[in-house]
């Protein structure tokens, strides 16, 4: 008798203990919004915006025509954030070599669209605390791009 309610006992202390141990930590959220530049949509391909989480671990989602994104499973809580549209021409160019005889071009093209300092989580400037339904909205800002 003593050990069935023993065992009983035991068992609710452990189903509680899961239970409990389920809701801790931040959990992971999706985080929508927009991004634009100069305050419009900056229709280039390749964009993505980067979240990274308070250990560490980053979320890439890939920003549309519009400006729009979806980044499923950010870490929640405090979130640093980068953004950056990769220069099309930087691959082209470092792609193409001279022909022999030929000096090398000028100056090579930047590897963003955007300025570079967008492309690091570190002094974008950007952060935001994830939590359920977190809207995201940012504007860069920086020379017209052609």
Do not use: W
Not at 43 to 51: A, L, N, S, T
Not at 68 to 79: E, M, Q
Not at 83 to 111: F, H, I, S
């Amino acid at each position: 008798m003593y050990r069935t309610v023993f065992r009983r006992i035991l068992g609710l202390a452990f189903a509680a203990l899961a239970v409990g141990a389920g809701g801790c930590g931040p959990g992971s959220h999706d985080v929508t919004g927009r991004v634009s530049y100069n305050g419009v949509p900056l229709d280039k391909p390749e964009g993505q915006i980067v979240f990274i989480g308070p250990a560490g671990d980053q979320v890439v989602a890939g920003i549309g025509p519009d400006g729009s994104y979806r980044a499923l499973g950010v870490t929640g809580g405090p979130n640093k954030v980068a953004v950056y549209y990769p220069n099309p021409k930087a691959k082209r160019d470092k792609l193409t070599k001279p022909k022999p005889g030929e000096p090398p071009p000028a100056a090579a093209a930047t590897p963003f669209l955007t300025p570079a300092k967008y492309a690091s989580a570190d002094t974008s400037g950007f952060s935001v605390t994830v939590g359920k339904g977190t809207v995201f909205d940012t504007d860069l800002t920086g020379p017209k791009i052609p």
